[in-house]
C-alpha cells in the first residue's frame, strides 16, 4: 500500500467565504536551540480566487504577527531577519513558488 502524498495546502475555513477560497500553507520559521520547539511560524496565504499570495510571520505560541518583521524601524534585527527570509525561500522553492522582483 502506497502512502499518500503530503497535503501542502489545507483550506482555510476561517478566512474563506463563498466568493474566496483562501488556502494556507504553514512551516517552521524559527526553533528553539535546545528544546527544539517552534517560536515562530510562517504562512503562504493564498487567496485563489484573486490569485493573491501573501506571506506571515507570527508567534507559534499565540499567533501575534512578529512585528519585527514588518517594522524594522527600531532595533537590530537583521540577523534574525536574514534567517527568516533564507527559510521563507527555502519554503517557496519547496512548494513551487516564485518570489516577486
Not at 517552534?38 to 506571515?56: M, R
Not at 518583521?69 to 512548494?95: C, L, P, T, W
Amino acid at each position: 500500500m502506497r502512502s499518500q502524498p503530503k497535503q501542502i495546502w489545507t483550506l482555510s475555513q476561517k478566512l474563506s467565504d463563498a466568493e474566496n477560497q483562501v488556502y494556507i500553507h504553514s512551516f517552521p520559521i524559527l526553533k528553539d536551540k535546545i528544546t527544539g520547539k517552534i517560536i515562530l511560524i510562517g504562512e503562504f496565504i493564498y487567496n485563489k480566487t484573486e490569485g493573491t499570495i501573501f506571506t506571515n510571520i507570527a508567534n507559534a505560541n499565540n499567533g501575534v504577527t512578529y512585528a519585527p518583521f514588518y517594522d524594522r524601524q527600531y532595533g537590530n534585527f537583521s540577523g534574525i531577519m536574514s534567517a527568516i527570509h533564507d527559510v521563507i525561500r527555502k519554503e517557496m522553492k519547496k512548494v513551487g513558488l516564485q518570489p516577486c522582483q
